[in-house]
């Protein structure tokens, strides 16, 4: 047969599977290939190939393989812990940098039992199972699960009773997951278990160092924020998005929707009366990730400053920009205006300084066409009972403000910080549930196609990583922006743009996978989304002028 590998035209005998047909490539391969981009859709290594198909492996040194290589990691999990605790359950709950955190609903978690899951899952590895995609219809996956007393997956409920399952089954194990597996349990060649709170840690590499452990960085602030959430959501019984979806079918979404909005509601005004505390508090700094609501975040958040004896007074660091001669490059030779480097930073915090000692500043209107800064006459002073706010992805590295004092500082780190799980062993991620807002609020207000959103999404995170991430446990106050119940909300705009992407487009295999994720959920129609909502500033009809 005639395909395309690599970019170029090859023969393989008929009735090959990808790891057939590429045996000698994946064993000389300097990273372990865990799947492939099979017409532009990501599949699993014992995909059956057919004339003129195109075929790119996927390493562990890529996003995608790494999100293989710990999807396979929490698979060999699930089968270690049931091997050891056939009557207990558990949950992967959330991640925590280059790790999974894990909780038994009744288990203790023990150093022993820490070496027992260990050495089980080592077990499991080193006899490098094989893991089989099986097809089941509904009504068999049903059948199977109300055999056994499991903690698996039960997305399967959420199908038509003719639809097809795809289960993976290795040496007796099932267990579902939405996202493809590596096709064996050998290419996991580094991880670990370590106790951690209440629960423990499944740990893995990251993409750009796959064949070692990093050091576990502590993030409490972030845990506990996500704990918190993880909590609350317990309580209301909407953890699970089978859950979430038995609320909209018993038409109990609009107070799960209320109950949502008013736990917002009530952290920032916890934030603002902590801010009032702080006397000597005379900015606000907010950063974050792209699409975790910032806009609306800073304008809620000034209501109830205002509320408190406080007026909130923005600042823009864009308009501070150096000027573009100065601008520094990237690898690539283009300009780079996401460094801190890109800020004219001694002018910034000149004006800051002034600001704060009642003095009248002339502030820039940075001209981005020529890439200078222009005085038109703006003036601006800081009264006594006005506080600054400023939001910006550099605002906590204090590198920013260096010239202030950090008790004239107020920061806050705010993310869509996904607790909602699809079921006990498969994840929502908090990037995708940030991309598939983008998604939305790229095509409703900026004319992008997902396509273009998609092309352009690892240029962002890459920013991320080195600008906001690593300061996030700088923040005094990290508020959670996500809802329970967005996705549902985002669903009937975002699926029909993502089915728009062509299979002749690399993107289509992100797009597939997100649609794969948003197929599960029922949709939420527009008009429960209160207009004061942090969701509006995603799908338009809100209160607040953003746009």
């Not at 055999?147 to 199908?159: N, V």
């Not at 109950?259 to 950063?287: C, G, S, T």
Request: charged fraction near 30%; aromatic fraction near 10%; hydrophobic fraction near 35%.
């Amino acid at each position: 047969m005639n395909v395309r590998y690599n970019g170029r035209k090859t023969k393989i005998e008929n009735g090959l599977t990808v790891s057939q047909a590429f045996k000698e490539e994946i064993e000389k391969s300097k990273y372990e290939i865990v799947g492939c981009l099979y017409n532009n859709e990501y599949r699993n290594l014992e995909t059956e190939i057919e004339e003129d198909a195109k075929i790119e492996l996927i390493d562990i040194s890529s996003k995608e393989g790494m999100k293989i290589y710990r999807r396979t990691l929490v698979y060999i999990m699930g089968k270690a812990f049931e091997k050891l605790y056939p009557k207990e359950k558990l949950t992967v709950e959330y991640q925590l940098g280059n790790a999974m955190f894990c909780k038994c609903d009744t288990l203790e978690i023990t150093q022993e039992f820490i070496k027992n899951l260990k050495e089980k899952m080592q077990e499991i590895i080193d006899k490098n199972l094989k893991i089989e995609k099986i097809e089941m219809t509904r009504k068999q996956a049903n059948e199977f699960y109300e055999m056994t007393d499991t903690s698996k997956g039960r997305l399967q409920y959420d199908f038509e009773e003719n639809s097809i399952i795809y289960m993976y089954y290795c040496e007796k194990y099932y267990n579902y997951c939405y996202g493809v597996l590596a096709n064996r349990t050998g290419v996991i060649q580094t991880f670990d278990v370590n106790k951690y709170d209440d629960g423990f840690l499944i740990r893995y590499p990251s993409s750009k160092k796959p064949t070692e452990l990093a050091k576990f960085e502590e993030t409490k602030k972030l845990a506990w924020a996500l704990e918190e959430f993880e909590k609350i959501h317990a309580v209301l019984n909407v953890n699970t998005v089978y859950k979430l979806n038995k609320a909209i079918e018993e038409n109990r979404i609009k107070d799960i929707i209320m109950l949502a909005e008013a736990l917002h509601e009530k952290k920032i005004a916890n934030i603002a009366d902590d801010i009032l505390k702080r006397k000597d508090v005379k900015m606000i700094l907010i950063a974050g990730p792209s699409s975790s609501g910032k806009t609306t975040f800073a304008q809620r958040l000034g209501i109830q400053l205002k509320l408190n004896g406080l007026k909130p007074v923005t600042i823009s660091v864009d308009n501070y920009f150096v000027e573009r001669q100065d601008t520094p490059r990237d690898e690539n030779g283009e300009y780079n205006f996401e460094c801190i480097e890109a800020i004219d930073l001694e002018l910034f915090n000149d004006h800051l300084v002034k600001l704060l000692k009642g003095e009248e500043i002339e502030i820039p209107e940075f001209d981005f066409h020529v890439g200078t800064k222009r005085y038109n006459g703006k003036k601006m002073k800081l009264e006594k009972d006005e506080i600054l706010v400023i939001e910006g992805i550099h605002c906590l590295n204090d590198k920013l403000t260096s010239q202030i004092s950090k008790n004239q500082k107020y920061k806050i780190y705010i993310s869509a910080l996904t607790v909602l799980n699809m079921d006990r062993y498969n994840r929502i991620s908090t990037t995708d549930t940030r991309l598939v807002r983008r998604i939305v609020r790229d095509y409703q207000f900026r004319g992008y196609s997902a396509l273009n959103t998609l092309n352009t999404w690892h240029k962002v995170t890459e920013g991320e990583v080195k600008n906001i991430f690593p300061f996030q446990e700088e923040a005094d106050s990290i508020f959670n922006t996500s809802l329970i119940y967005e996705l549902g909300a985002l669903k009937k705009v975002a699926m029909p743009l993502l089915q728009e992407i062509d299979r002749d487009y690399k993107e289509y295999a992100e797009a597939q996978r997100l649609i794969n994720m948003l197929k599960y959920f029922r949709e939420i129609p527009n008009e429960y989304v209160p207009t004061n909502s942090l969701l509006k500033e995603f799908l338009g009809g809100g209160i607040f002028d953003l746009h």
